[in-house]
Antibody, heavy 118, light 108 residues
């Protein structure tokens, strides 16, 4: 059974950093492109980042480029999103998701809420 | 970057057909995927590659894509279909994945 479980959310101050883990079971993340997608309160979905299955390529939305880093631990089967220089605009539910190919996100976690507030 | 445009809301009565559009420049040349998101839940893919339906998704859900508009059609709309729907593509040039702004389907 495929499961993705995000954790590490919480309330943080502007300018600080936070890392979100996504624990995966039911498949091996090194065989799939893996994503982070976020959703601000009451707003739509925003794609954030992707790591290619081979771990070589990482791509980021313009809004988080140079501040966020996507990574993984293949031995633990975990995906991570390190978020630096957080701003109020980064307040959102963060979902990790698996891509089955051609951009299709076929499995999602339940999400982790990150609130950036002073 | 590539922009996908959806109407903010669509309303339809039970038993009727609801159509949600997704506009983008030459979107017909891309593969479009559709997600359903109910309150408090993660998104679920209901249509992929323009018109394919994952197992477990009712045949009432169908998709099309041509020119500058992709569409999600829900036939015989039910109360349980009330949700937010998002279109999405893979922008091959930048490797970015792009979501439309979402459409709230209200079943009257």
């Amino acid at each position: 059974q495929v499961q993705l479980v995000e954790s590490g959310g919480g309330v943080v101050q502007p300018g600080t950093s936070l890392t979100l883990p996504c624990a995966v079971s039911g498949f091996t993340i090194i065989n799939y492109d893996m994503h982070w997608v976020r959703q601000a309160p009451g707003k739509g979905l925003e794609w954030v980042a992707v790591m290619s299955y081979d771990g070589i390529n990482k791509y980021y939305a313009d809004s988080v480029q140079d501040r966020f880093d996507i990574s993984r631990d293949g031995s633990e089967n975990r995906l991570y999103l390190q978020m630096n220089s957080l701003t109020i605009a980064d307040t959102a539910i963060y979902y990790c998701a698996r891509e089955r190919g051609r951009g299709i996100l076929d499995h999602w976690g339940h999400g982790a809420l990150v609130t950036v507030s002073s | 970057s590539y922009v996908l445009t959806q109407p903010p809301s669509v309303s339809e009565a039970p038993g009727k057909t609801a159509t949600i559009t997704c506009g983008g420049t030459n979107i017909g040349s891309k593969s479009v995927h559709w997600y359903q998101q109910k309150p408090g839940q993660a998104p679920v893919v209901v249509i992929f590659n323009d018109a394919d339906r994952p197992s477990g998704i009712p045949e009432r859900f169908s998709g099309s894509n041509s020119g500058n508009t992709a569409s999600l059609t829900i036939s015989r709309v039910e109360a349980g279909d009330e949700a937010d729907y998002y279109c999405q593509i893979w922008e091959s040039g930048s490797a970015h994945r792009v979501f439309g702004g979402g459409t709230k389907l209200t079943v009257l």
